[in-house]
């Protein structure tokens, strides 16, 4: 939550339990960091030794302090201990990746043109870079955009989102006296602070809705900063007519749910190739499988499906329920709060949708499904398709020439088969396609892409 010049996050789990209340920096701080970080930006891109042998450190500085910052995710921002603990030492991997990838080469040498002449090219660091980053990854995304831009020489300011501020300023203070002063800054910040960072940094990167990613982008492109935004999904995972109903069932269930669904590459709409029976029947073998996750406390290892991040969040989820029902939908499975205190929703699975439903169109972001058929192949990948956003979608499917065929026609940047949409891998490229995504891809080799330039330098005898 923001009020006029606070920031206050409080546990999804017990709303009482206030995790920590800071000072708004809003856009005044945001100028002041960007200030700091141009400051250091020249010693900083001296040597990539010095930057990767900096990265190792704050890679152990993390690993030290995994158990307490995942207690910490979990109490933040609800996420399940085990998926915690898993982000947390992918992150720990994410910043490794980063320092040696500082050290790979920088640059080409091409023959030159005129002879005695030299040719080549080398990256050059873009400059600050401003990273703008939502609450449900709260340490694997500001790390798979920072780490990469302090291993190519930028120097960083990051805001969080408000519901994960804590988290930020902890992994801030790790950190603090392993990198150089002003080379990374965490300024905790709303609205007002991440347009500033925007209008301010030399690159943006961001990760968040599809409409503030649009505000961003606009504010960016305007003063000529190359921008990446990554944004919602409405993620399709296509059931086709020889699939193994119950694996693609217990993969869904978790690709759907685990976390209660506040993952980006979610499943959200499941298409099953046959008739509308054939849907019925898998919407029930979703629900049983829905069923057999565990809901509950996020500190309990087991748990799959924890409180989804605010009260509010889960009145979004019943009221995108309750409209399906009016619309004539059957709710096969929850659509209703949990009783007891936290922001619980009960994993919803719903079938027999209009249309024009909200649910197959639109990102609700918690732990609803939405079940629809497809007369044929063809017909299941148009209805995956019909969205404007096109983040992540799965084929389930026995038969590998209908999955390929599948895999070239789907509008996804990130497409799986008989796998959950959900799950990224940090050393490949990730991002959408359509309105999920505005510009390069993230991670891997494409980060370094992104956060230098290439510079061509002639070299003639003198
Ligand atoms: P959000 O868009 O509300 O906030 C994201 C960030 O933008 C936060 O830091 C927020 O403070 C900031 N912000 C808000 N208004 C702003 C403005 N006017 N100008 C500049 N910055 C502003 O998103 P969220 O609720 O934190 O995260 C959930 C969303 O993020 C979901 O839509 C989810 O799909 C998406 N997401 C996408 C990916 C991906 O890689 N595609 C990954 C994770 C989450």
């Not at 499943?267 to 809901?295: H, P």
């Amino acid at each position: 939550m923001t009020t006029d010049d606070m920031i206050i996050s409080t546990s999804p789990h017990d709303p009482t339990d206030e995790v920590v209340s800071v000072r708004d920096a809003g856009a005044r701080g945001i100028a002041d960091a960007v200030e700091r970080a141009r400051a250091a930006l020249p010693a900083w891109g001296v040597s990539a030794f010095e930057r990767s042998t900096a990265l190792l450190r704050c890679a152990d500085a993390l690993q030290a302090a995994a158990d307490e910052l995942v207690g910490l995710v979990v109490r933040e921002v609800g996420k399940p201990l085990t998926e915690a603990r898993g982000e947390v030492a992918r992150a720990v991997a994410i910043i490794r990746y980063a320092a040696q990838d500082a050290l790979l080469p920088s640059g080409e040498i091409y023959p030159p043109s005129a002879p005695g002449t030299w040719l080549q090219t080398h990256q050059r660091p873009r400059g600050v870079a401003g990273l703008i980053t939502p609450w449900n990854f709260p340490v694997a995304i500001p790390l798979w955009k920072a780490a990469p831009a302090l291993a190519h020489g930028c120097t960083v300011v990051l805001k969080p989102a408000p519901q994960s501020t804590a988290v930020g300023l902890r992994l801030a203070e790790l950190f603090d006296g392993l990198l150089p002063p002003g080379v990374l800054q965490l300024v905790p910040g709303g609205a007002a602070a991440g347009t500033a960072l925007a209008e301010l940094a030399d690159i943006v990167s961001f990760t968040g809705s599809s409409p503030v990613g649009a505000l961003v982008r606009r504010v960016a492109t305007e003063h000529g900063a190359p921008v990446q935004c990554e944004m919602g999904g409405s993620n399709a995972s296509l059931v086709l007519a020889d699939a193994d109903l119950d694996l693609a069932a217990r993969t869904i269930a978790g690709a759907a749910m685990g976390y209660a669904g506040q993952k980006c590459t979610a499943t959200s709409r499941v298409v099953v190739v046959g008739d509308q029976a054939r849907a019925d029947d898998f919407a029930e073998r979703l629900a049983d499988a829905v069923g057999a996750l565990a809901v509950g406390d996020p500190a309990e290892a087991a748990t799959v499906v924890g409180p989804v991040v605010d009260q509010a969040a889960a009145d979004a989820v019943v009221a995108a329920a309750s409209a399906a029902a009016a619309g004539g939908a059957a709710v096969v499975t929850g659509g209703s709060v949990v009783d007891r205190a936290g922001a619980y929703v009960s994993p919803t699975v719903v079938t027999r949708l209009a249309a024009d439903d909200r649910l197959l169109h639109d990102e609700v972001f918690g732990p609803i499904c939405a079940v629809v058929p497809a007369d044929s192949t063809d017909a299941a990948v148009r209805v995956a398709n019909g969205v404007r956003q096109g983040l992540a979608a799965a084929v389930f499917t026995r038969d590998l020439t209908a999955a390929m065929s599948a895999v070239r026609q789907l509008d996804a940047g990130m497409i799986k088969v008989n796998a959950p949409t959900s799950g990224v891998d940090f050393h490949a490229p990730f991002g959408g396609s359509k309105a999920s995504s505005h510009g390069p891809r993230e991670q891997g080799p494409a980060a370094r892409a992104f956060y230098t330039e290439t510079v061509t330098v002639t070299v003639s005898p003198g």
